[in-house]
């Protein structure tokens, strides 16, 4: 197995378990979290959208996804290529800050260096749906 399919396969593990310490071992200090050049869910202000760099600062999407009440999570493939790895999910979950509700087929994708660290993470998702959670306009 790619070193790299490896280490998501261990942080969507550690992330079943509630697991941010493992999860946070496996980034670069220095990991661009959501690092987009335009981003409509990042404009409109969505909370787990928002870039965020480092471990400290990707502990804060941790903490706000924290209380999500999860229906489903699953993640049905994973491909890798020489540096990234793309994760193919599907989530559900209750909002309670806002009291809304979504389900979600998302792509995620890993980027690592040479030592086998992430460097950036990005959520490929419906932007629209998630600005309509954040707001409270989605149905629960």
Not at 17 to 36: F, M, N, Q, R, Y
Not at 124 to 136: F, N, P, Q, R, W
Request: aromatic residues 12%; hydrophobic residues 45%; without cysteine.
């Amino acid at each position: 197995m790619n070193d790299n399919l490896a280490t998501v396969s261990a942080i969507y593990e550690a992330f079943g378990k509630g697991d941010v310490p493992t999860i946070l071992s496996h980034l670069s200090e220095e990991v661009a979290w959501e690092s987009w050049a335009d981003n409509w869910a990042q404009k409109a202000g969505v909370p787990w959208m928002a870039p965020r760099q480092g471990r400290q600062g990707t502990l804060e999407f941790f903490k706000i996804i924290g209380e999500f009440q999860f229906k489903d999570f699953q993640v049905l493939s994973l491909m890798a290529g020489d540096n990234q790895v793309a994760a193919e999910v599907v989530s559900e979950a209750n909002v309670p800050s806002t009291g809304s509700h979504f389900r979600e087929e998302e792509m995620h994708l890993w980027t690592f260096d040479s030592s086998g660290q992430v460097v950036r993470f990005r959520h490929y998702l419906d932007t629209a749906k998630h600005i309509a959670v954040a707001s409270g306009r989605a149905a629960t």
